[in-house]
């Protein structure tokens, strides 16, 4: 009543979802695909609306497809519309839709800042303890299947932006297309393989562009599910590179 906090709980949660507004737009990230569809009509609002749309995935088997107001306002903002989300195998697929848009002010921030002034007050806010039941797939919940599972014959990656800013990479070989044996991973990355009959062996070569030396591992998946833990727990096989000083992988 007239305003006041009745009840205050919070919850530690580490760094997840979609941290930047423009994520959807570009490949950035680990395991990230993004695919820009182009101009269509949608009905937003009650009104049909021209957008612009990208489909995004990351460490997931499912897509996200964002719609982008086509014509900005009268600031020149381009705002988001509609987001089709997928459950991601731990959760329903809905619809997320904005509206009423307008830039935030540094007078805004009180609103953001609710619990602090509460405490300041003298109010309490209790932590709650998280259930681990929600998260991404890491296969120790039993899958809910999503409408929007990526089907391969439908993806292409198709990086377009429009950003006055941030340009995509040039492709990593002439082209643009994968040689025989090897594919283009998310990222600018190529992953080749050669099978020696001989000897029951592969080797496996990665070439990519990395911003600091960090380790790199290649995991073997038994399904083509995309966890990132094997489904109901246990162990799986993965070979774990650290880089040298000379910067090389072994």
């Known amino acids: 009543a007239n305003n006041a906090i009745l009840n205050c709980t919070w919850l530690s949660l580490g760094v997840i979802g979609n941290v930047r507004p423009d994520w959807f737009m570009d490949n950035r990230g680990t395991t990230t695909s993004v695919q820009y569809i182009g101009d269509s009509h949608v009905y937003y609002m009650g009104e049909p609306r021209l957008v612009k749309q990208w489909r995004k995935k990351d460490f997931a088997n499912q897509y996200f497809t964002m719609s982008m107001q086509k014509h900005a306002d009268a600031n020149g903002t381009h705002w988001p519309l509609i987001l089709n989300v997928p459950g991601e195998g731990f959760g329903d697929d809905f619809l997320q839709h904005w509206h009423e848009h307008r830039k935030l002010e540094e007078s805004d921030s009180a609103h953001f800042l609710l619990d602090e002034a509460h405490m ?23 899958h809910i299947p999503s409408n929007l599972e990526l089907e391969e014959k439908s993806w292409r990656e198709i990086v377009y932006t429009e950003s006055p800013v941030w340009k995509a990479p040039p492709p990593t070989n002439a082209g643009g297309a994968a040689a025989a044996g090897s594919a283009n991973l998310p990222g600018g990355a190529v992953a080749s393989s050669c099978w020696d009959a001989a000897e029951s062996s592969v080797k496996v070569s990665v070439r990519a562009t990395l911003a600091s030396r960090v380790w790199a591992a290649i995991g073997f998946r038994e399904t083509e599910e995309c966890l990132m833990t094997p489904r109901g727990g246990g162990n799986s096989v993965a070979v774990l590179a650290k880089p040298e000083a000379s910067g090389e992988y072994s």
């Open 120 to 142: 300041a007050a003298g109010g309490t806010c209790t932590q709650l303890a998280g259930s681990g039941g929600a998260g991404p797939p890491v296969g120790q919940v039993e």
